[in-house]
């Protein structure tokens, strides 16, 4: 999941979530055209040099090819590990206005169970912490780091690796030293859970987000402070034997997410490997070229798909640049 070189994709948006993207891009929100788009992630040829896996959904790890290859079939022929979103979405918490809590801890072992005959190798899980006036609670951080735990543990009982993704959302007017303060708390919180339940570090992903400041603050982080604040807190708080960092992009920018990895990756050599699992900034260029023909633009979509896979793989080796950006295909 963490090889050299590599990064993950997250391609396990729900039907809830789709609906959104595909809005923003006039497509109809089908099951068949949300296959017909996964098709076109999953067949991208030579993908597997720059990714290591991709998250699936529910829906999608059932979906086969045009000529009847189940998806995680060929992506496993490929070298890619298929992946599963296992959380059923984050739901309003009970007596704590804003605030949310992840679901979908009912029946999951049985889930597990069935996610693994299908092929998974690995399974995510995303909690939400909202910085506000007065939020997150410890409320908030405890159930989701409890919740987090609970969900590791089922996954290694299961032989599943576990992504726990507890994160720090970057709407809002807070500074990045408030998003420090409350990634630090959060993480603290997160990884004493996952010890106390027994989940082995090395066998657990922490898919991180960065600390930046709020998208409506009023002073905006440069490169230097997000790449120098996030690993001030991954150093502090995430366990050296950890079997690797990968980020979400959160909402930032398809090149500023690929700076902020490439930055910490030249700043130097941290106990776990530092990747992606990007959804948005991997895939934002995708759905657009190809919403745009869903019959003749798959070709040019997929050459997007690899050229943001590319550039994040070499962020991965701090070897992006400017430079290289400007060869971008779209
Ligand atoms: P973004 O990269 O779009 O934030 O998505 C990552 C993800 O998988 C959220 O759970």
Not at 25 to 36: D, M
Not at 141 to 161: F, K, P, T, W
Not at 290 to 295: F, L, P, S
Request: charged share 25%.
């Amino acid at each position: 999941m963490v090889a050299p070189g590599k990064g993950i994709i997250a391609a396990d948006e729900s039907s809830g979530t789709c609906q959104k993207r595909f809005d923003a891009v006039g497509v109809e929100c089908t099951e068949e055209n949300r296959r017909q788009y996964r098709q076109t992630i999953f067949t991208a040829e030579g993908l597997e040099q720059y990714i290591s896996g991709i998250i699936l959904y529910d829906e999608t790890i059932r979906q086969k090819t045009d000529s009847g290859v189940p998806f995680p079939e060929l992506l496993a022929k490929k070298g890619i590990l298929p992946g599963i979103k296992v959380d059923a979405g984050a739901k309003e918490l009970a007596l704590h206005p804003g605030e949310k809590i992840t679901e979908g801890l009912d029946g999951l072992r049985e889930r597990l169970a069935e996610y693994s005959k299908l092929g998974t190798k690995f399974a995510k899980w995303r909690a939400v912490i909202t910085i506000e006036n007065g939020i997150p609670s410890e409320a908030c951080i405890d159930s989701n780091a409890h919740a987090m735990a609970r969900y590791a543990a089922l996954c290694q009982e299961a032989g599943i690796v576990p992504i726990v993704e507890p994160e720090v959302l970057i709407d809002g007017e807070h500074t990045l030293e408030r998003c420090f303060e409350v990634s630090e708390k959060t993480l603290e919180e997160t990884f004493e859970e996952l010890k106390e339940a027994g989940v082995a570090p090395e066998g657990t992903i922490l898919k991180a987000s960065m600390v930046i400041a709020g998208k409506k603050a009023a002073k905006q982080s440069s490169v230097d402070e997000v790449a120098d604040a996030t690993i001030r807190v991954l150093t502090a708080t995430v366990p050296k034997d950890l079997a690797g960092v990968v980020f979400l992009s959160g909402g930032q920018g398809d090149e500023q997410a690929t700076a902020h990895l490439n930055k910490m990756n030249q700043m130097g050599k941290y106990a776990w490997p530092l990747s992606f699992s990007y959804a948005r900034a991997i895939q934002n260029p995708v759905l657009k070229i190809w919403a745009a023909d869903t019959k003749n633009n798959v070709g040019k979509a997929q050459a997007a798909l690899l050229f943001r896979s590319k550039m994040n793989a070499l962020a991965t080796q701090g070897k992006y640049s400017d430079e290289i950006e400007k060869e971008r295909p779209y």
